[in-house]
């Protein structure tokens, strides 16, 4: 992951959403703009806390956040972290929070921080509390793996929620971080819910005032007669 990341700085730059050359297209950018909207799985596992998201895990926006967090292209983080920092406000609602607020990101696994070089989720968080005043947001990287965790890719929502229970944990010397500010859990994505339900779980067990939890982009999960994730299909594009 370090090669590649060189790799890609020493190169000529190609946007990450549509191949065009130069960096991030202004079109492809336009993918972020929101409005945030709910994100409702379906089915919704128990304790998973109001979520906003930005747009589908979809088209650009499934390009843009591979290409951080697996393609190494960490001049995307600015831009993602302004995405998320919008999920952020709409969980918060109307104007500023009353409190400090304190962005909590889902840890990644430490075999994932070894093969990319860094946490990428921890990068949108720093970025997203920068678009707030210097005093308003900050990052506290409280929750800690308990355990070891199956990959989840090929599990379904009740098997995702019985893979994490119990899996995330806070470390006694984080609590006092915690206290006297707004939580808000953050993540470049939801899927089932699972993660977000497990790590409010661990925030409140430690005593943490979880507002809710904000991601970029939300997965489409079919149900009859509704869209679950509460995010509309997205239109056009490339």
């Known amino acids: 992951m370090l090669v590649r990341a060189a790799l890609d700085l020493a190169l000529p730059q190609h946007c990450p959403g549509c191949a065009a050359p130069g960096p991030l297209c202004g079109r492809c ?6 409005p945030p909207v709910r994100a409702q799985p379906s089915p919704e596992p128990p304790g998973m806390p109001l979520t906003y998201a930005v747009a589908p895990y979809a ?16 001049s995307l983080a600015r831009t993602l972290g302004s995405a998320l920092a919008a999920a952020v406000r709409a969980v918060c609602g109307p104007g ?6 304190l962005l909590v990101p889902v840890p990644s ?14 990068a949108l968080a720093a970025a997203a509390a920068r678009t707030f005043g210097r005093t308003e947001a900050t990052v506290v990287p409280a929750l800690r793996q308990g355990r070891p965790v199956a990959d989840q890719s090929e599990l379904d ?3 995702r929620a019985a893979n994490l229970a119990g899996a995330l944990g806070v470390p006694t010397r984080w609590r006092p971080a915690l206290a006297g500010g707004l939580v808000v859990v953050v993540d ?3 899927t089932t819910g699972a993660t977000l339900a497990e790590a409010a779980r661990a925030l409140c067990r430690a005593g943490a005032d979880v507002r ?10 079919h149900h009859p007669g509704r869209h679950p994730t509460g995010v509309p299909p997205s239109t056009g594009g490339h």
């Open 29 to 34: 950018a336009a993918s972020l703009a929101g």
């Open 59 to 74: 088209g650009v926006l499934r390009q843009l956040l591979l290409a951080h967090k697996e393609r190494g292209r960490r």
């Open 96 to 101: 500023a929070p009353p409190i400090p607020l």
């Open 109 to 122: 696994t430490a075999a994932a921080r070894r093969s990319r070089g860094r946490d990428p989720t921890h």
């Open 157 to 159: 929502s009740a098997e």
């Open 188 to 190: 470049d994505l939801v």
């Open 212 to 221: 809710g939890a904000a991601v970029v982009a939300a997965t489409v999960r």
